[in-house]
């Protein structure tokens, strides 16, 4: 299996911008989450899916934010308009029936640089 | 509500010595503990996990972590640091109380000296 694949895995863009970063889970996962880290902040829970459903957003820093998931193979994270203070590290992991027993299987995230 | 704490931010040991990276967590019922590593620019990969059993469990790259109830602890161990251990490691609980959620510590980042 060739993991939780994220692009893309740096993206420069500049203020103001829409800005969509991708994420393929593991095939036969049910769960989804999306993660962003910061220095600051750490790693912060943004939303997750079960069975394509969105479970819990509270997380979602603003209206700014939003996230999809299409099908069981693809989810996206959109952030318009983009903002500097969006710059961090955004991950997406996967797990089947709740991370509670198995834990997450973490992609290599993308690296978000707002300009 | 369920919360992790890594009390050291920060930690230095020499090649060789012996690594103990603490995680005291917050759970009313029994938690299910993991361990993740985090190399620089890569995504966390998990170490190990406890959910029931043996309250000492071993993991991948010779880490073992155990499981106390009365410190509500879950301290990570290596007996003997290599270089390539130097990474930020994460402590997460997670329990049957909620769907499919880890609550993540802040982090502890590792460095060896040669």
């Known amino acids: 299996d060739a993991g939780v694949i994220q692009s893309p895995r740096h993206e420069v863009t500049e203020m103001g911008q829409e800005v969509t970063l991708r994420c393929k889970p593991i095939?036969?996962?049910?769960?989804l989450f999306w993660y962003r880290q910061t220095m600051m902040r750490g790693l912060e829970l943004l939303i997750y899916f079960n069975n394509n459903v969105p479970i819990d957003d509270s997380g979602m820093p603003e209206d700014r934010f939003s996230a999809k998931m299409p099908n069981a193979s693809f989810s996206t994270l959109k952030i318009q308009p983009s903002e500097p203070r969006d710059s961090a590290v955004y991950f997406c992991?996967?797990?089947?029936?709740?991370?509670?027993?198995?834990?997450?299987?973490f992609g290599s995230g993308t690296r978000l640089t707002v300009v | 509500a369920q919360s992790v704490t890594q009390p050291d931010i920060h930690i230095t040991v020499s090649e060789g010595a012996s690594l103990e990276l603490r995680c005291n967590y917050s759970?009313?019922?029994?938690?299910?503990l993991f361990w993740y590593v985090q190399s620089p620019g890569q995504g966390l990969q998990l170490l190990l996990k406890y959910f029931s059993g043996d309250t000492l469990v071993q993991g991948i790259k010779g880490f073992e972590a155990e499981f106390k109830r009365s410190q509500s602890s879950f301290n990570l161990r290596k007996p003997s640091v290599h270089w390539s251990d130097a990474a930020e490691y994460f402590c997460a609980v997670g329990g049957s109380g909620n769907t499919g959620k880890l609550i993540f510590g802040q982090g502890t980042t590792l460095q060896v000296k040669p």
């Open positions: 095939s036969g996962h049910d769960y």
């Open positions: 992991a996967s797990t089947i029936g709740g991370g509670q027993r198995s834990g997450y299987t």
């Open positions: 759970y009313g019922a029994t938690p299910y």
